[in-house]
């Protein structure tokens, strides 16, 4: 990737107005996926002068700014309490910790990358995405929308849980994306399935959580049922019927792991 300037904006609303005026003017987190790519660009704008680098308790949820590393999201007492600890799980099997040093909570969610951990974990306790200027959407409805929003994401906030969560992330070697992972965490009458890296990005299995939520105590079908209805398929790696039959195994075991 090669970049004509790099601008520390001063505000969101520098930052915005960069944005609306080419679209090779991007946003830079960390810049280790822009890094990667071959996309053109004419300005980089980085927004550390700009406060998101803050994890903080609001109450229901704990607010993470843009701009903080999945190394610091990993390690937050705050991040730590959420749902058994399964967001500081899912990043601390991405990479290395200094490639996590890196890496930035607004590059990863908002690129909505299919093979995402973190997004498997986010979706599977509840978050919010605030973007600048005007908008606030769940990130199940973010993960919708086709394409990517026109604005810059500045906070993710996450619903305070402390009930019972399973991850998995299944790779061929330690440091590799994923081939397939799974979320499942059951809070009171409610049990969410998710299932990312099909290699579509992560969703809601809205059968497993009927089944669940109408008393279904059958684990095995309601993995069933989760894994006929989302779809899988190949990738270089790996088969669609591979990974299919991988996030079978893992829901099933998720599903008894929340229910003990
Ligand atoms: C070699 C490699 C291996 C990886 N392996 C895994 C893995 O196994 N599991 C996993 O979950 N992830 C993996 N990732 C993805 C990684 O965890 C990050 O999600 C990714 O690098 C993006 O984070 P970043 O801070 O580098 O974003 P950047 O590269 O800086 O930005 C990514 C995109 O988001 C935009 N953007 C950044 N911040 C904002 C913002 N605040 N508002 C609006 N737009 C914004 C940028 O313009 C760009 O389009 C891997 C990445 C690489 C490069």
């Not at 002068?49 to 903080?56: A, C, F, G, H, Y």
């Not at 951990?117 to 986010?122: E, F, M």
């Not at 059951?186 to 990312?196: L, Q, S």
């Not at 790996?238 to 990974?243: G, I, P, S």
Request: charged letters at 30%.
């Amino acid at each position: 990737m090669k970049a004509n300037s790099f601008i520390k904006v001063k505000s969101l609303e520098e930052a915005y107005n960069l944005v609306k005026e080419s679209p090779k003017n991007k946003i830079v987190g960390g810049g280790l996926w822009l890094k990667k790519g071959n996309a053109a660009c004419d300005k980089l704008i980085d927004l550390s002068l700009l406060s998101l680098d803050k994890i903080e308790d609001k109450g229901e949820f704990i607010s993470v700014g843009a701009m903080v590393s999945q190394r610091e999201l990993e390690k937050s007492p705050l991040i730590k309490d959420i749902g058994h600890g399964v967001i500081s799980k899912a990043v601390s099997e991405i990479m290395g910790p200094a490639f996590r040093e890196l890496a930035t909570v607004g590059g990863s969610v908002y690129g909505k990358y299919g093979f995402s951990d973190l997004i498997t974990a986010l979706l599977v306790v509840k978050t919010k995405l605030v973007f600048y200027p005007d908008a606030e959407l769940s990130l199940e409805e973010y993960l919708a929308k086709p394409g990517f929003y026109d604005g810059i994401l500045t906070h993710i906030l996450i619903k305070k849980c402390h009930c019972k969560t399973f991850f998995k992330k299944v790779k061929i070697t330690a440091l590799d994306y994923p081939i397939v992972n799974i979320g499942v965490h059951k809070c009171e009458k409610h049990t969410f399935v998710v299932v990312g890296s099909r290699p579509g990005v992560a969703a809601i299995s809205k059968e497993a959580q009927k089944y669940l939520e109408e008393g279904g105590k059958d684990f095995e079908k309601a993995a069933e049922l989760a894994v006929n209805e989302l779809k899988f398929g190949d990738s270089i790696s790996t088969k669609a019927d591979y990974r299919k039959h991988l996030a079978k195994v893992y829901i099933a075991r998720g599903l008894e792991e929340v229910s003990k």
